[in-house]
């Protein structure tokens, strides 16, 4: 049991005959309640505190259909694809890939967030999509940076595809002249 003892002995009184000694009391308070006030304290705070939810992306598929010609169409003037390669390159072209590649551009993260801003002021809101393209080596840090991007410039229809092996051919051309290993 704790106990807290505030007995003093002597000092502050007076001494000599006639002087009538006041018999002295020790306080003593005991702390084991409070101890118990701690836990409850405690038990209390852990259970009322809310624990950490996990975050988790929205997306809004496409709603299923059985044939495969009632799926959601895209008009090629207002596709813009995005690819993502390894050493953090980002890849582009807009409407379809040119026979020859000669619409295929190299960018980096910094200025892709200008060429989604252009193509979606050029384009019809209704006909404006991006298709996203992760390459084998791309990370998983640039596939969700790209998908922020999605957000941040308010891209209401975007989908995230396998990339086309004449895709991945260009991009490897691309990376080879830069350098990138």
């Known amino acids: 049991m704790a106990e807290m003892d505030?007995?003093?002995k002597g000092?502050?009184?007076k001494k000599g005959p006639g002087v009538k000694k006041g018999k002295k009391l020790s306080t003593r308070v005991d702390l084991t309640?409070?101890?118990d006030l701690g836990f409850l304290l405690i038990t209390f705070f852990i259970f009322t505190t809310t624990m950490s939810q996990p975050t988790a992306m929205r997306l809004f598929l496409p709603k299923d259909t059985d044939k495969p010609e009632e799926?959601?169409?895209?008009?090629?003037s207002g596709a813009l694809t995005i690819m993502l390669g390894k050493s953090n390159g980002v890849y582009y072209y807009e409407g379809e890939?040119?026979?020859?590649g000669s619409n295929f551009k190299s960018s980096n993260f910094k200025d892709i967030r200008q060429e989604i801003i252009s193509k979606k002021k050029n384009t019809n809101?209704?006909?404006?999509?991006?298709?996203?393209k992760p390459g084998p080596e791309a990370t998983?840090?640039?596939?969700v940076d790209i998908l922020d991007e999605m957000t941040i410039n308010?891209?209401?229809?975007?989908?995230?595809?396998?990339?086309?092996?004449?895709?991945?051919q260009l991009m490897k051309r691309t990376e080879e002249s830069a350098g990138i290993k």
């Open 6 to 8: 505030t007995s003093s």
């Open 11 to 13: 000092g502050g009184h």
């Open 33 to 35: 309640p409070m101890v």
């Open 71 to 76: 799926q959601n169409k895209v008009k090629a």
């Open 97 to 100: 890939l040119a026979p020859d």
């Open 125 to 132: 809101p209704d006909d404006f999509v991006v298709v996203i």
């Open 140 to 143: 998983y840090k640039n596939t």
């Open 154 to 168: 308010e891209v209401k229809r975007y989908a995230m595809v396998d990339i086309f092996d004449v895709e991945l």
